[in-house]
């Protein structure tokens, strides 16, 4: 079993920055996908971006070009780099990974995007 534990989540105003944080307890390298989800309030749980084992990553259209994700292998920690952040982009943002059969899920890290 694989532990994951978000950090970073944060207050900041439109067009900040913030960089989301994953640890896991274990090795990432191996596990198939891990991805970062988001839910706001009264709204379903959307796929943010994703980081698959080869390296290739995937992204919400209405993120592109202003989020990144990232991994360091050595750290067991996947990122996601958020900037020119908009009032949308509040949300719960969680980290999931896919390793089938298993799944691992984070508690998940508070963004509030307001002025």
């Known amino acids: 079993q694989v532990q994951l534990v978000e950090s970073g989540g944060g207050l900041v105003q439109p067009g900040g920055s913030l960089r989301l944080s994953c640890a896991a307890s274990g090795s990432i390298e191996h596990i198939y996908a891990m991805n970062w989800y988001r839910q706001a309030p009264g709204k379903q749980r959307e796929l943010v971006a994703g980081i698959f084992m080869t390296g290739m990553t995937n992204y919400l259209d209405s993120v592109k070009g202003r989020f990144t994700i990232s991994r360091d292998l050595a750290k067991n920690t996947v990122y996601l780099q958020m900037n020119s952040l908009k009032v949308e982009d509040t949300a719960v943002y969680s980290c999931?990974?896919?390793?089938?059969?298993?799944?691992?899920w984070g508690q998940g890290t508070q963004v509030t995007v307001s002025s």
């Open positions: 999931y990974g896919e390793d089938p059969p298993l799944r691992y």
